[in-house]
Nanobody, 118 residues
Framework: QVQLVESGGGLVQPGGSLRLSCAAS???????????MAWYRQAPGKERELVAF???????NYADSVKGRFTISRDNAKTTVYLQMNSLKPEDTAVYYC?????????WGRGTRVTVSL
């Protein structure tokens, strides 16, 4: 079992920045076997969408809508994943969810809300 706790959401003006964090905890075997860490988001009235992910080997991928503005990274222990969000736009407003895959299982955090507005 893996538990995920996100933090860092809030209200920011267009053009501003936020940094989201997601800390994974639980059974040692599961946490240190995480193969992929990712951020998803769900805007009001829309389906949840993939924002970015990072594999165990460090390779990353981004949704086209956030390329060049968002950066996913993790700590050396590979148990915390970050999402640096720059040049935020109103359309980035959503609840952001952390997701990890380990041992063939997928785990989700409860989400952190990001609101981009004047």
């Amino acid at each position: 079992q893996v538990q995920l706790v996100e933090s860092g959401g809030g209200l920011v003006q267009p053009g501003g920045s936020l940094r989201l964090s997601c800390a994974a905890s639980g059974s040692i075997g599961s946490v240190f076997s995480i193969s992929r860490m990712a951020w998803y988001r769900q805007a009001p009235g829309k389906e949840r969408e993939l924002v970015a992910f990072i594999f165990r080997d460090g390779s990353t991928n981004y949704a086209d809508s956030v390329k060049g503005r968002f950066t996913i990274s993790r700590d050396n222990a590979k148990t915390t994943v970050y999402l640096q969000m720059n040049s935020l736009k109103p359309e980035d407003t959503a609840v952001y969810y952390c997701n990890v895959i380990t041992g063939g299982n997928s785990y989700w955090g409860r989400g952190t809300r990001v609101t981009v507005s004047l």
